[in-house]
């Protein structure tokens, strides 16, 4: 009789708690750490550095001060625009640099994808990339759009690796201009949604951003024509964006630089994956110090706080900025001087043509 009486007691008791606690789902719970550990926020950039993954759109009229003021107050020294589209956009981009803040801009050009498969696409399309290099562009951007939505004049899927725009990377090469190119999503984006999918509070709160593998096409598959690209035009230098979605598996990612010399990476959008795993990552900046760029893409200047604290601290279990992105813990890969200056400037002062050297140290 008293194992009843207590039972009841506490299905009371648990009712009662019910009653008074405040109803949450999953996203609006995110309670403050109690861990006690040394750190701080760095809100400036250790060192002057160059983000070559930004997009500002109204470059062309814009009033580059607003941006000034954010960039000096992180130690942003150069902008890399990599929205600069083609034709007049890049003029006007240009003549608005020029004329107000001629060494804090860089401004990539875009292709136009539209009607490819028509007679002389390929040649004109490389043509226009050289005019837009004349016209002041200094490197040129592909949008995640080719090898997902852009389609030939029949209506077919262009590949990333497809032959009629080898005209477009060979001539890269030739006018000595890197081509930043982001590829696919990350992986899980084509997984299903279920428990076992790391990405399902992304997804779930972002629905637009699942894929499935005929949506266009396999992530492997995207993958693998990238590859395939990069492999066919040896002396053309590609940044693959976003760590080229392997910055959860480094070892792998190693591997493919050792195997493609003319990939660079940069890792936009990525830092918390590499925050996870800060020996790893240390050891992955370390051996292909070289090879890393500074990259934020989205133009969010309080964000840049979060790239800054795990480039250069050792501090631990620190906050993401965005949990639907990332809802686990970062730590600082502590990374050395040198390292640090060849991220944040001196990779990107070897491969990205016309940035003036003037305004960073040795």
């Known amino acids: 009789m008293k194992k009843y009486i207590i039972i009841g007691v506490l299905l009371i008791s648990l009712q009662s708690v019910a009653q008074t606690t405040e109803k949450m789902d999953f996203e609006s719970y995110n309670p403050p750490s109690t861990l006690v550990v040394p750190g701080k926020p760095v809100t400036k950039a250790k060192f002057p550095f160059i983000d070559v993954h930004n997009h500002q759109f109204g470059m062309p009229e814009m009033d580059l001060g607003t941006l000034i003021k954010d960039m000096d107050s992180m130690n942003m020294k150069v902008m890399v625009n990599l929205s600069g589209q083609s034709g007049e956009s890049i003029k006007k981009s240009v ?43 200094n490197g040129l951007k592909i949008y995640k759009s080719l090898g997902f939505s852009v389609k030939d004049i029949n209506g077919n899927r262009v590949t990333v690796d497809d032959p009629r725009l080898d005209a477009i990377w060979k001539k890269a090469g030739e006018l000595k201009i890197p081509v ?22 992304e997804l779930a709160t972002h629905p637009r951003r699942k894929r499935g593998d005929d949506d266009p096409a396999p992530f492997d598959t995207l993958i693998a024509e990238q590859h395939r690209m990069f492999q066919k035009h040896p002396n053309t230098t590609f940044i693959a964006a976003h760590f080229g979605w392997y910055p959860n598996d480094l070892n792998k990612l190693g591997k493919l630089l050792d195997a493609m010399p003319n990939v660079m990476v940069e890792f936009g959008a990525v830092i918390a994956e590499l925050g996870r795993q800060p020996r790893m ?23 840049y706080a979060t790239y800054f604290r795990v480039l250069e601290t050792t501090d631990e279990y620190f906050p993401y900025h965005k949990k639907y992105h990332a809802f686990w813990a970062l730590y600082g890969m502590g990374l050395s001087d040198d390292i640090l200056k060849k991220v944040y400037y001196k990779n990107a002062l070897r491969i990205i043509p016309n940035i003036d050297k003037s305004i960073f140290p040795d």
């Open 180 to 201: 930043l190119i982001h590829t696919a999503d990350p992986k899980p984006f084509w997984q299903p949604m279920d428990a076992n999918n790391e990405r399902w509070l």
């Open 95 to 137: 003549a608005n640099i020029k004329a107000n803040y001629p060494k804090r801009f860089i401004v990539f050009a875009n292709i136009d994808f539209r009607n490819v498969g028509e007679k002389g696409w390929s040649e004109n399309a490389a043509k226009q990339l050289e005019l837009d290099v004349k016209n002041g562009a």
């Open 281 to 303: 990552a240390n050891q992955f900046f370390t051996k292909y110090q070289d090879r890393i760029l500074f990259g934020k893409d989205s133009w969010v200047p309080a964000e």
